[in-house]
């Protein structure tokens, strides 16, 4: 059980943002490792659409980071149901 104790009071800084945050002691790596994609990211489209606002860049991004969330949500849910099924079929042929 996490205690809070083992979090960390952390900023990061998104698009120039500043963003506090409280995760878990052991995530601090994740959460510097996802600070710097994002940033890393920011720049580059920065770089190809000069003329877009912050506010319209980061709308690009947070698209960007949904779908890749959500296409890996349904990847997760169909790779769940076909080991179900393969569970079954295993148990059926040991049965």
């Keep these: 059980m996490m205690k ?3 979090k960390i009071n952390m900023e990061i800084k998104i698009g120039g943002e500043p ?3 409280t995760v878990p ?3 601090q790596e994740l959460t510097r490792s ?3 994609e994002i940033n890393t990211l920011y720049a580059t489209w920065r770089r190809s659409f ?3 606002s912050d506010k319209g860049l980061l709308a690009m991004m947070v698209y960007q980071y949904a779908s890749h ?3 890996l949500t349904v990847r997760y849910q169909e790779a769940f149901l076909k080991a179900e099924e393969c569970l079954g079929k295993m ?3 040991l049965d």
């Design 25 to 27: 002691f052991q995530n």
């Design 69 to 71: 969330y959500k296409e």
């Design 19 to 21: 963003i506090r945050l």
């Design 4 to 6: 809070d104790q083992d």
């Design 91 to 93: 148990e059926d042929l």
């Design 50 to 52: 000069p003329k877009r």
């Design 34 to 36: 996802v600070e710097e």
